[in-house]
């Protein structure tokens, strides 16, 4: 019997069987699931024999969002992002166009940092593509792609939702579009969205749908950038609370720390909800084929993906910015995005996501105002260096002696109000004396002389 016992051990030993591999080493142990949304693991398994049955791999996102002052773990199935409704936009590096949403997947074309692609269709980590130039389709990941600020985007509907053939809640319905598909509007009408679907043209419910409106902090609309709140239907609603026509607006800059819901979670946030990204993650799920169990879904490694920069502590994000009272506010020209603020402080911004503050104005309010030949002005101060630095520009005893000299009267007090422009050579201030508001013209350059601008 021993001799047995010494001819069949070294035969176990040299041929370990699969349940073998998957008891070794419990403490580097890995839990395997059926699917992706299993609650419970059905096993264990090494890394090193869960590697070596890989049969593919696929990404996905979670993120860790707020909602109603707490915070909540969404899916990527359950929210979008910003990119998500995007239609035109531009690769942040230089990276691969691949053949199918999988990082395993052949490359079809190396696309240049800066390239312009078309987004066709995305998921909660991947977008299908079409090169701007030479119409090459393929997937990149979606942390590979940054917003254009020219870009309008596409809409999304959070629901299944009718096309009808009027913009009517009693109107005929031609088709039921499912939810997550993204269309581009034709036009409006109250509170109906006219679209092209299938090659079919009706009229859609536009509060069932989300767009780059539902992120944006400024849109560009009648030759400026402006800021906005939120989105209600067909129009954004401004600072001021003016609705805006969406159908006027040609671009936006959004916010990529700002999602919408689109499924409801009990007790959390619901459907359409604005929900802040606070921390997102990437999670790589393996499969892989083990012995006595089949085919197994594994986490093979989970790392974190950034939404945003800041360049330091002093820094806000445009939706910082949102939260406080715009004083004014004004952008280099009529597409630039790098412009100067008032909102208890005075800020610069070079891309119209992050501010800066500049100290010398401490927590004050000032009317800001950008000439179109570059000069800066934040209340009495002008900037010859696009904002890095200001000197006083107007001396208020000039200004009391023109309006003495004009209007035969003493000012009360002296408090400017906006800054305009009459020509390249000319600046105009508007000033509140207290019993008047009047307006004084100037050269750009020498400010030394003042007159009393009348209607």
């Known amino acids: 019997m021993h001799s047995i016992i010494l001819v069949v051990l070294p035969i176990l030993l040299a041929f370990p069987s699969a349940h073998a591999a998957l008891a070794t080493d419990a403490s580097a142990a890995i839990s395997f699931y059926r699917t992706k949304e299993s609650s419970f693991a059905s096993g264990q ?28 773990e969404l899916e990527s199935n359950q929210i979008l992002r910003d990119i998500q409704v995007a239609k035109l936009v531009d690769t942040n590096s230089s990276c691969q166009l691949l053949a199918l949403n ?9 696309l240049n940092a800066g390239a312009s692609v078309e987004v066709l269709e995305t998921d909660g980590y991947w977008a299908k593509v079409k090169t701007y130039r030479d119409q090459v389709v393929g997937w990149l990941p979606l942390s590979m792609l940054k917003n254009r600020h020219d870009d309008s985007g596409v809409f999304v509907n959070v629901i299944d939702t009718h096309l009808r053939s009027e913009p ?20 409006f009408s109250r509170g109906f969205m006219k679209i092209s679907y299938n090659g079919m043209t009706g009229y859609v419910d536009i509060n ?21 709140t939120h989105r209600n239907g067909e129009f954004v609603i401004d600072t001021h609370l003016r609705k805006v026509p969406i159908k006027k607006i040609l671009g936006y800059v959004t916010s990529s720390t700002r999602g919408v819901v689109t499924r409801a979670t009990a007790n ?17 799920w393996a499969l892989s084929k083990v ?20 360049a330091n502590k002093n820094t806000i994000s445009t939706d910082e910015l949102m939260k406080r009272e715009i004083y004014s506010i004004a952008f280099e020209n009529k597409s630039s995005v ?35 030949q570059g000069y800066w002005f934040v209340g009495a101060f002008k900037s010859t260096n696009q904002g890095q630095s200001f000197e006083p520009f107007v001396r208020w005893e000039q200004v009391a002696d023109a309006i003495q000299a004009s209007l035969h009267k003493n000012p009360k007090l002296l408090r400017l109000t906006q800054i305009e422009a009459v020509s ?10 207290g019993t008047s508001k009047i307006k004084l013209s100037t050269n750009l350059t020498n400010s030394s002389n003042w007159s009393v601008v009348r209607k």
């Open 268 to 284: 959390g946030p619901q459907l359409l909800s604005r929900v802040e990204i606070i921390k997102p993650e990437a999670n790589i």
């Open 102 to 110: 999988r990082n395993d997947s052949g490359t079809i074309k190396i």
């Open 291 to 310: 012995d006595g169990h089949g085919d197994v879904w594994w986490k093979r490694n989970s790392t974190s993906v950034e939404t945003s920069s800041v």
């Open 208 to 228: 069932h749908f989300t767009s780059r409106a539902d992120f944006a902090s400024l849109a560009f609309v009648d030759n400026k950038w402006i800021p906005v």
């Open 338 to 372: 790098r412009g100067i603020v008032s909102a208890e402080g005075v800020y610069t911004t070079e891309d119209g996501l992050t501010w800066k503050p500049i100290p010398q104005f401490g927590k004050q309010n000032y009317p800001v105002f950008i000439h179109p």
């Open 168 to 187: 009517s809640s009693l109107a005929k319905v031609i088709t039921t579009i499912p939810r997550l598909k993204r269309v581009e509007a034709l036009d």
């Open 424 to 433: 390249n050579s000319q600046i105009i201030i508007n000033v509140d004396t």
């Open 45 to 72: 398994a090494s890394r090193t024999l869960l590697e070596s049955r890989l049969l593919t791999t696929q990404v996905e996102s979670t993120y860790r969002a707020r909602w109603d002052r707490k915070e909540y």
